[in-house]
């Protein structure tokens, strides 16, 4: 497995609030993703001027705003496997998200920081 991007990701409710304050602090929006979760769903990613990014989601099923760690790999299972494997618990069982472009799933550890895999699928 090889990591090919690593960036902090907010999901929440009230995600269009949250890049609004990002885009206020320099960041712009590189990249929308809509077709996560049939629609329901938006993912934004942000970059600013120095190269840092961040991604926000949206999500109507999360209680509060989840802070984790995004890690782009070039194979799913096999981290999907590894993190299971130190203990790691999908909270949608064994569901993934899959996209036109994307595998994804967010895992929580033992210790209940949150992890959010994801694949780019390249044509």
Known sequence: MKITGFCPLIVSKDADSIVKVFEEMGFEKRHTKSDIEGGNNINYNLKD???NR???????????DITAVNINVDNFQEAYDFLIGHGFVNPRGD???????????????PSGFAVNITEHIKD
């Open 54 to 64: 961040i991604n926000v989601a949206s999500s109507n099923n999360v209680p509060q």
């Open 95 to 109: 569901k993934v998200t899959d996209t036109s472009s994307s595998r994804a799933t967010l895992l929580f550890s």
């Open 49 to 51: 001027a120095n190269g």
